[in-house]
């Protein structure tokens, strides 16, 4: 009889309170409260209406993208208007071509990165923010516009994949 009793007492004793258990659950899930915050940001982002489609403007874009000659997409950031940068436009073939003819002429920086170029063609729709997957190249391309020259502008400028 004693050792249930004992028994009893000590399982009882090894229970965690409802204390340990929430606190568990935050470090293993996180903040439920922070959870919901970011939740609601993405779904902000997510419900934002994109731009609606308009006559292409080079000079619009912060830098034209291309995959050497069939394909160009224009980049948009402005971190007080915009969380994260925009696909301005996108374009193929003959049009791709001018693009970058224009691109040039107007002094916009044109830069040749095909995996980044291919993926936002394929993945982003005009005026949508770029995904996710691209983000760490996009913040790439966009330090190396900082430390360009304006000489540069007028040439291709080439980013290989590693």
Known sequence: FDFGIQRYFFLKQQRMSHEDIKNEFKQSEGDPHMKG?????????????PVPAREINVEDADVLLVNPTHFAVGLYYRPDETPLPRLLFKACDEEARALIEEAQRKKRPVIRFIWLTR????????????????????????RLLRELEDHYLDEVIEIREE
Not at 37 to 49: D, G, V, W
Not at 119 to 134: I, N, S
């Open 37 to 49: 915050h970011r939740r609601q940001l993405a779904q902000e982002i997510l419900n934002e209406e």
């Open 119 to 142: 993926t936002l063609w394929r993945t982003t729709r005009e005026g949508a923010y770029v995904p996710r997957e691209t983000l760490n190249a996009v913040a790439h391309v966009y």
